[in-house]
């Protein structure tokens, strides 16, 4: 795994190669947002702790439609999760999907 992540960090935003063999929603993307942001930004969790009503994660097209979001707050500011917890090779991940999200 480590070896694919190093791999990902040598393309370059929407390079065809890490856009083709990258991470996927399914394979990656979706189990990530239900470990680290679901918790709050799931449409039917109980407890919000005062995450934005309106912004949730419980599809593709709802993580598409907050990627900018995602960017500022995981990537650049890692203001999010405000636990933390978010991994190097995580972040390398999210990064490479969030840049191909048009190609995949």
Known sequence: MI?????LACGTANDSAVCTDGPT???FTKGFLIGKCQPCHGS??????????NVHF???DKAVGQADAIRRTVLEAQSMP??????EDEQILLEAW???IEEL
Do not use: H, I, K
């Open 58 to 60: 419980d599809t593709r």
């Open 44 to 53: 039917n969790t109980p407890n919000r702790f005062g995450a934005p009503e």
């Open 82 to 87: 405000p636990s933390g917890g978010v991994t």
């Open 98 to 100: 969030l840049d191909c």
């Open 3 to 7: 070896l694919f992540v190093l791999m």
């Open 25 to 27: 929603y399914d394979g």
